[in-house]
């Protein structure tokens, strides 16, 4: 390996005992090390655990598919009829139902893996394009992947931020020559000719019209498309004004092909089913935040969740401080701005982890070079064979001991028993419990899929609000339904519409006129809710995680169809734990078996 073999070689003192090896073998080594890098950051991301969301991703491109369009209004909802629905990823959506209806959830967990192996793959790449020991390079790929893990989830966003890392790796294709300097022309100086100053690339020029296709895919697939057209349009106006300063008034032309190429990555997110309407709703959801959604809060920079950004944070400064290298002002000031964005919102935060991992190490290579003693100068020696074929060994027996740590990671998709109601939808379906249901937030997906399993439309189950959130919802149900989770005491963020009127926990019991209420008991303000309304509701199922309460004038009054009578409730603290195959449906009388605890311990 060129650059490993950089390190200082073994000297022996029999010349016949230091055979080098062969390019065979060092073409080897460099293999064995690619699969081992790309396969341990791999593992870093290979979370196999059930996403909240989903069950309605792939709920949603089934029945596109099943259909043959998209639902113009909201689906499964008893409060949100005939409301509009926003479908921004409409397209991962349908890449999700095809998968899993075709592949099954290995086949989830397989498309999960392989956009993983593309983003470290390309991180690699970069970082060997520009010369970077193959050690480093794989130490960067592996710092990339720890602080990509923790959104690296079944959603459609770890597409967006697959076509994030490929946008990125694409203009540093692009602009090679250009960027990584810094393009600063002293005022007093006489403006460059053309040939002159950085490196300008007719050919590779072209490529960004790929632009188009890449973001009328992109806005069809996860609302990180805005992500990527600032961030795209960023890197384009600074490059411009670089232009600007090298060039004068001869860079003009090139100058207009930027703002053409930054207008034609605008006029791309136009190209889905909403057209302007999609921009309509974004500018508006951005006067609605949401810091009720994990991913929306702003990192708490002493928890264990900053620890990724802490590293990254640091890398990043010790490289750019101590690189002998020119820095690029066009990276500089956007790994700033993207910086601020993902303290502001943690879900920003794999955004920074993809710069870093394609700008830095180089960076990183040069000031590790310089904690060198200035009389040690690298060795241009190869490595003698025998410490190669170790190496591989070595390398070799790593890859064996995470291939077992991946394995079932690939091989089930698991539900977490402790996260989602998986006993109370089966004691609603062991007792046709069928109505208008309140749901938890995140587990209202979850419900939905159950509520299925019913073959009659009439009598399927609705929910009052699912994650789709603003898409498709209106503000007063969200902040109803949030009101009702949390109660007026939340000492969290929150943020209410003006129009939503005061705080009301029990407001949401009185929307849509919901008959079945599936809750949290940790959540205690829809608890002491539904407890202070005890003489209209009746508590019909309770375990350790999860609460079903019915409407008295439907499932506590003898005679009616639907009778739950006190004999067949089931009223306990039995412990939620282990978990259970996706996607853990209740059994039914001809789906009997339909999941089984993976492991039960608590």
Partial sequence: MSSIASSPSIHSTHPDQAVPASALWMAVLRSVWVVTVLLSGGLVMAMNQADADLWGHTLYGKEWI????????????????????????????????????????????????????????????????????????????????????????????????????????????????????????????????????????????????????????????????????????????????????????????????????????????????????LHRWMFAAIGHPQPEIIDWQPIALLSGDAVPFWLLTVVTIFSLRFSTRPKDLTHCLILGLVAWQAVSHIRHLTFLALLVGLWIPPHLASAMGRMKPASESPSIHPWPRPMVQFAIVILLAWIGHVGTQLAPRLRVLEVDRARFPVGAMQFIEDHQLRGRTVVMFNWAQYALACFELESDPLRQSTVAIDGRYSTCYPVNVIDAHFDFMLGPYYTGGRYRHPNSGPIDPEKMLTIGAPELCVICRTQKPSVRALEAHADEWALLYQDSLAQVWGRRTRFDSPGRRDYVPPTARRISDELQSGTVPYPALPRTTDRRGSWQLVESEG
């Fill in 66 to 277: 099943e259909t043959g369009r998209l639902a113009p209004t909201t689906t499964h909802s008893y409060t949100a009829i005939g409301f509009r629905w926003i479908n921004h990823e409409n397209l991962a959506e349908l890449l999700s139902a095809w998968t899993e209806m075709n592949l099954g959830s290995v086949g989830l967990l397989a498309g999960k893996f392989a956009l993983s192996q593309l983003v470290l793959g390309l991180i690699l790449w970069q970082a060997r394009r520009s010369q970077v020991p193959w050690l480093l390079a794989g130490g960067m790929v592996i710092v990339t992947a720890t602080g990509l893990a923790f959104h690296w989830h079944f959603r459609p966003q770890i597409l967006g931020y697959t076509l994030f890392t490929l946008m990125i790796a694409g203009l540093s294709w692009i602009f090679e020559g250009w960027e990584g300097r810094w393009h600063w022309r002293p005022w007093s100086a006489a403006p460059m000719p053309l040939d002159a100053g950085a490196e300008y690339r007719w050919g590779r020029m072209r490529a960004l019209w790929l632009a188009f296709p890449l973001f009328a895919i992109w806005t069809n697939t996860h609302g990180s498309f805005a992500a990527g057209v600032a961030v795209f349009g960023a890197y384009l106006v600074f490059r411009s004004v670089e232009a600007i300063l090298l060039w004068g008034k001869s860079g003009a032309g090139r100058v207009r092909r930027f703002a053409l190429m930054s207008f034609l990555a605008v006029l791309a997110t136009c190209a889905t089913p909403y057209g302007l309407d």
